[in-house]
């Protein structure tokens, strides 16, 4: 029997020295104390494990309701983006299937681009100084 490492001699020498010490009457008093209090030391221990145990499984429960939310979410997105993709992929074949109107000359790919604006046009001229000598009333 191993109680805290100790063996059965460790044991005995201790329940001798405590009876050398304490005497005849004090030593069943003393051990039922030391009983009552490894005892209540395993119930608190269990109840902590108990507890520690109903924390982490709450928590866990809610990180998969997380996920799951998550997970829906990134489900929704995707058909979003799918039925996004296959409206923009139509508008592309449309756009590369000309429609007959009769014409049937390819528009130019100077009148597909914009007009370059020269940086001098876009820039508003400045307005003329005033001279430093008179007085503005």
């Keep these: 029997m191993d109680f805290f490492d100790i063996g059965p001699a460790e044991i ?3 329940l001798i ?8 009457q004090k030593v069943p008093e003393i051990a039922r104390t ?7 030391f395993k119930k608190s221990a269990a109840e902590f494990t108990t507890e520690v145990t109903k924390e982490i499984d709450a928590v866990n ?4 309701d997380a996920t799951a939310q998550v997970n829906k ?3 929704s997105l995707n058909q979003s983006m799918a039925a996004a993709t296959q409206q923009v992929n139509q508008e592309i074949n449309s ?3 000309p429609v007959s109107t009769g014409n049937t000359e390819p528009v130019p790919q100077s009148r597909l681009q914009a007009p370059a604006v020269p940086v001098e046009a ?3 001229p400045n307005p ?6 008179t007085i503005s009333a």
């Excluded at 020295?17 to 005849?24: H, I, M, Q, T, Y």
């Excluded at 003329?128 to 000598?133: D, E």
């Design 12 to 14: 005995l020498l201790i």
């Design 95 to 97: 756009l590369s299937n």
């Design 61 to 64: 429960k809610a990180a998969a």
């Design 34 to 40: 030391l009983g009552k209090a490894i005892n209540s």
């Design 128 to 133: 003329p100084a005033k001279p430093s000598g």
């Design 122 to 124: 876009s820039v508003p």
């Design 73 to 75: 979410e990134i489900g």
């Design 17 to 24: 020295v405590a009876l050398l010490l304490f005497g005849p």
